[in-house]
């Protein structure tokens, strides 16, 4: 089977084609340069450069991989969550695309397409031996838990109550003023910085107080007041940022208290859940502190752990398509949405 897939769910335009499961292409415009002067991204200036730049990514995709549009037998595509504006412009070159060429059109879940990116690559995904398995979803606007006991089933065990890690990295940088994206630009600059000059906040450690969500206190992330953490030593250290030795160990500080929370979490959840292996995925999933944390915690739990490869870790089309072709291999029928969802949830497959 070949499959087309089209991701626009916020500041990537992106299209790959995956032949029987393996990525033949996988072609990723970035629009950061565009939404950097303003911090973060601008919708609408996402959507206008989804339209100019899809068409060319697809033939681009195309080209790379072989396959000709008569050779697709469907195509997948982001209908959700995201940005409205942004989703449209995918969602609806794919449909149009699915009409004119009379193949099957496949929504996918853009959390999905993160989850099942750690099984993608240059071979057919191989998912045997993997569940149960414990994932840490850490994607874009979004921080959480998921237990998967097989393909499709998903239960939500712990999310983040207010801003998610990426958003963390984000605003911390631009409060540093390191500039946009805040998680690579974090990363490097932390570089032989002490990670453990600045005993930061992890978030919901100190027990006590209401507690109003239905998860387990214990497996849910806050990164809220750690960003007021930061803006109140910076405001009390003014000259922690003017010599260099002190701002390398501020911002490893920083990072190594998003991490911690994170793989904290990830290990409180592996010793409640019966797990054959865990997962990370999704942008963060890039970070290189975050990524030996839980390799270490794969050593001492003796669980294997699964990471997507680097190009698949941001936003991408592979993991859609790669997303459908396992949904599809498992026994389950594509979905054809009838429009785009920006606030979808993430379900259980059903037959």
């Not at 995201?82 to 059109?105: E, F, T, V």
């Not at 191989?126 to 998903?154: E, H, R």
């Not at 805040?182 to 209401?210: C, H, S, Y």
Request: charged fraction near 20%; proline fraction near 5%; aromatic fraction near 8%.
């Amino acid at each position: 089977m070949i499959l087309l897939g089209i991701e626009t769910s916020c500041d990537e335009t992106a299209a790959a084609v995956l032949v029987d499961g393996s990525v033949r292409s996988n072609i990723i415009y970035s629009q950061i340069a565009k939404h950097a002067p303003y911090g973060g991204v601008v919708p609408e200036i996402a959507s206008r450069d989804h339209v100019r730049k899809l068409p060319g990514i697809i033939e681009e995709a195309l080209n790379e991989s072989g396959c000709s549009f008569e050779q697709l037998d469907g195509i997948a595509v982001t209908y959700g969550p995201g940005l409205a504006s942004s989703l449209l412009i995918g969602y609806s070159a794919a449909r149009a695309l699915s009409q004119r060429l009379d193949i099957p059109l496949a929504g996918v879940h853009h959390h999905e397409g993160h989850i099942y990116s750690v099984f993608l690559g240059e071979t057919p995904p191989v998912l045997d031996g993997a569940f149960p398995m414990m994932v840490l979803l850490v994607s874009g606007g979004d921080t959480k838990l998921v237990y998967m006991k097989a393909p499709g089933c998903y239960e939500i065990v712990g999310q983040t109550i207010d801003d998610a890690a990426g958003e963390a990295l984000d605003k911390g940088a631009l409060l540093l003023g390191l500039g946009y994206p805040g998680g690579p630009i974090i990363q490097k600059t932390a570089e032989g910085g002490n990670p453990q000059a600045i005993r930061f906040p992890r978030g919901l450690d100190n027990v006590g107080g209401e507690w109003k969500y239905d998860f387990d206190r214990k497996l849910c992330f806050s990164f809220s007041g750690l960003k007021t953490a930061l803006l109140y030593y910076v405001q009390h250290n003014p000259d922690a940022l003017k010599d260099e030795t002190a701002k390398r160990n501020l911002i490893a500080s920083y990072q190594e208290a998003v991490a911690d929370a994170l793989a904290v979490r990830v290990e409180r959840a592996l010793e409640q859940y019966d797990c054959v292996s865990f997962a990370c995925a999704g942008g963060v999933s890039l970070n290189k502190v975050l990524r030996e944390k839980l390799a270490r915690l794969s050593e001492k739990c003796g669980l294997p752990l699964r990471l997507s490869s680097p190009k698949l870790c941001t936003d991408n089309a592979a993991m859609i398509a790669g997303a459908a072709h396992i949904k599809q291999s498992c026994g389950f029928a594509f979905e054809k949405p009838e429009d785009v969802n920006p606030n979808l949830r993430l379900e259980n497959w059903s037959g």
